[in-house]
C-alpha cells in the first residue's frame, strides 16, 4: 500500500484523505524512534487534539497500521506499537552483543535481545569473552570494527583489578550502548551509565526471607567467589541475616571459585555437626548436588536440611525440585534492547535508562512449604 505524502498540516489535505497522512505521520514517528517496538502509543483523543484531527480520522489511520501488522489494538490497553516498517533505516542496522558465555545464564537474556531486535528489523552480530578479559576487549574492538550501530555489554567486572576504570572509559565507545547485569560499583550521583540489571542482593534477601517466615534461625549460605553475581547475592544474604536478628555462622557460610564433591560433602556434614536446619545456595547445581550428599548422610529434604537455590536453571529437575530465585534473564534482555533501540531512534535527547527488576522466589519441595510463585 503506497501512502501520500504532503508537506502541509492534515487540514491542508484533500477530503477523505486525511487519515492516510497522519497513517504516514504516525509511521514515520515509529521509524524515527518516538515510539519503540512495545510501546504503547497515545490514545486516540490525545493524537486527535496533537494532530487537530476528528476521532474518526485517527482511528482509521491507525487502522492502517493494524492492517500493515506495525501497531495492534489490545482491549481495555491501548495501542501498542509490535514492529518498524520495513523501509525503516533500523532495518538495515546491526546492534553488537557481547556475553561472558552462552552456554549457562545468558541463552535466555540472548533469546529476549533477539526476539525484541529480530522484530524491529535490526540483526544482531553475538560475541562471547568466555570469561577472559583479552577476549572481551578484543571482541569489542570487532564489533566496532564491523560497523555495528549500537552495543549490548555484559563485561567482565568481577575479573577486573579497577572496574571503577572500565566505567571511566565506557563513555568513549563511539556508538550507542547498554550494559546488561552490570553497573558501576561506584557510581558518582550524576552516573550516566545506562544499564537494565536483575536485583540478585533482593533476591537473596527474599530467599533468607522466606526460611525465616518458614521457622530457620540457623540458615548457612553455600556460595561463590568471582561470579558476576556472586558478591551482590552474599551481600543480600548478610543483610538479611542482620536484620532479621539471625546468628551469625561463619563455620556454615562458605564461599569457593568452585565446589568440589569433596567439598560439598564436608559442607554438609558441617551443617549436620553445627544445627544448621537450612542453606541458601547459589547455584541451584551445586545445590543439586547438595541434596545428594544430605541423603548420603541419612538427611532428607526439606525434613531434615531445607534447601533454597539462586537461579532456576535446572532447579526444577532433581528428585527433590529446589525452591530458588529465578532471575528475570529474558524480560532483562528484552528490555535492554527496546531502550537500545529507542537510543538509536532518538538519539541524546533520550532520557538515559537505569533499570533494576526484581526476581521471582519460585516456591518448591526442598524448602518445606506450599507451591507458589512470588514476586
Same mark, same amino acid.
Given at each position: ?12 489535505? +484533500? ?84 556475553? +561472558? ?36 576487549? %578484543? ?28 566505567? %571511566? ?151 527433590? +525440585? ?28 533520550? +532520557? ?24
Amino acid at each position: 500500500m503506497s501512502d501520500m505524502t504532503n508537506e502541509h498540516g492534515p487540514d491542508e489535505v +484533500p477530503r477523505g484523505m486525511k487519515f492516510r497522512t497522519l497513517a504516514h505521520q504516525l509511521r514515520e514517528q515509529i521509524l524515527t524512534g518516538r515510539w519503540a517496538v512495545g510501546d504503547r502509543l497515545p490514545t486516540e483523543p490525545e493524537l486527535a487534539r496533537t494532530h487537530q484531527v476528528g476521532i474518526n480520522t485517527v482511528r482509521r489511520a491507525v487502522d492502517l497500521l493494524i492492517d500493515d501488522h506495525l501497531v495492534a489494538r489490545r482491549q481495555g490497553a491501548g495501542t501498542f506499537v509490535l514492529a518498524v516498517p520495513a523501509d525503516s533505516a533500523l532495518q538495515r542496522r546491526f546492534v553488537g552483543v557481547l556475553v +561472558p558465555s552462552t552456554s549457562y545464564f545468558y541463552p535466555k537474556v540472548i533469546e529476549g535481545i533477539e526476539r525484541v531486535l529480530s522484530a524491529a528489523g535490526v540483526r544482531v552480530i553475538l560475541s562471547s569473552s568466555e570469561y577472559n578479559l583479552d577476549r572481551e576487549a %578484543e571482541q569489542t574492538r570487532q564489533l566496532l570494527d564491523a560497523g555495528v550501530d549500537g552495543l549490548l555489554l555484559v563485561p567482565n567486572l568481577h575479573l577486573m583489578a579497577e572496574p571503577d576504570r572500565y566505567f %571511566e572509559e565506557l563513555p568513549g565507545l563511539p556508538v550507542p550502548y547498554a550494559l546488561i547485569e552490570r553497573r558501576p560499583p561506584h557510581p558518582a550521583p550524576d552516573d550516566a551509565t545506562p544499564y537494565v540489571c536483575t536485583n540478585h542482593q533482593g533476591g537473596a534477601y527474599a530467599a533468607v526471607r522466606h526460611l525465616v517466615e518458614l521457622g530457620h534461625r540457623r540458615i548457612g549460605h553455600l556460595g561463590r567467589h568471582r561470579t558476576g553475581t556472586a558478591d551482590a547475592i552474599h551481600a543480600g544474604y548478610e543483610r538479611a541475616i542482620a536484620e532479621f536478628g539471625l546468628p551469625v555462622l561463619p563455620i556454615a557460610t562458605q564461599r569457593r571459585e568452585e565446589w568440589s564433591s569433596e567439598e560439598l560433602a564436608a559442607y554438609t556434614r558441617t551443617c549436620v555437626d553445627n544445627d544448621v536446619s537450612a542453606v541458601f545456595c547459589l547455584g541451584d547445581r551445586d545445590a543439586s548436588a547438595l541434596v545428594l550428599h544430605a541423603r548420603r548422610l541419612g538427611l532428607t529434604v526439606p525434613d531434615d536440611l531445607a534447601i533454597v537455590a539462586y537461579d532456576d536453571e535446572v532447579a526444577d529437575l532433581g528428585e527433590v +525440585p529446589l525452591t530458588a530465585v529465578s532471575p528475570p534473564k529474558a524480560e532483562v534482555g528484552a528490555l535492554a534492547a527496546e531502550l537500545l533501540l529507542r537510543r538509536l531512534g532518538q538519539g541524546e535527547t533520550t +532520557p538515559i535508562p537505569q533499570v533494576q527488576l526484581q526476581p521471582r522466589l519460585v516456591i518448591r519441595a526442598s524448602c518445606g512449604a506450599e507451591s507458589e510463585n512470588r514476586p
